[in-house]
């Protein structure tokens, strides 16, 4: 019975019009029917290498992620790579910490690998100014409804205190990708400054993430 079944099946392959050869585990290949062609052997200009057309579209499907990340300047992972926003991007793994912070990715939208969240000490971004004009300082955060409501922040130039402010973090920046402006003015090339998110007074977790420096039109 099993012999019989076994050339009843090869029959019914052979007579199908398409003839399939294996020639080694890396060496298979497909053929298309023709008439006059053996069973088993090539057909000269019709082979199609099985491996070779499967790294074709893997790398095209490559290409079309690499284009769609771009497109959307999102990566994999769910948060806005720093470079390829306009101007100055100084991202939370560069800020000065003191007291403990907490890395967080499941709020998405964030500026690069990450945004961070804490109850004590302060984030120090520190920024230099590339070229004289005036210049828009910005921030951004993740928004929760355990954010703090009145996280006090602080934009440092030159030492000196130039502006000082409170912002809800329970709320989403008005800005595009979550950025909230805290200071426009003119600026010489070179000038140095900070922003410094402060957790003192704070009434929930004080969230940092980017600090943006945009020149304006």
Known sequence: MGGNHMSLTRRRLLGSGTAIAVTGFLGARLRPAHAGVTPGRPFEGQEVNV????????????????????????????GIRANKLDGVVIDDDEAKLTGKWTGGAGLKGFIGTQYQYG?????????????????????????????????????IIDGEIAEETVVNQRKAGELKYGFHSL???????????????????ADGNVAIDAVQLLKSE
Not at 191 to 201: C, D, M, P, R, Y
């Open 183 to 201: 200071l426009k003015q003119d600026f010489t090339k070179g000038q140095k400054g900070s922003v410094v998110i402060l957790t003192e007074g």
């Open 51 to 78: 491996l070779s057309v499967q790294a074709s579209q893997f790398a095209a499907h490559e290409q079309r992620t690499a284009e769609f990340e771009e497109l959307t300047k999102v990566d994999m992972a769910g």
């Open 119 to 155: 109850r004590t000490g302060d984030a120090r971004f520190n920024f230099e100014i590339p070229g004289a004009g005036n210049w828009d300082v910005r921030m951004s955060w993740q928004p929760h409804e355990n954010r703090s409501s009145k996280t006090k922040v602080q934009v």
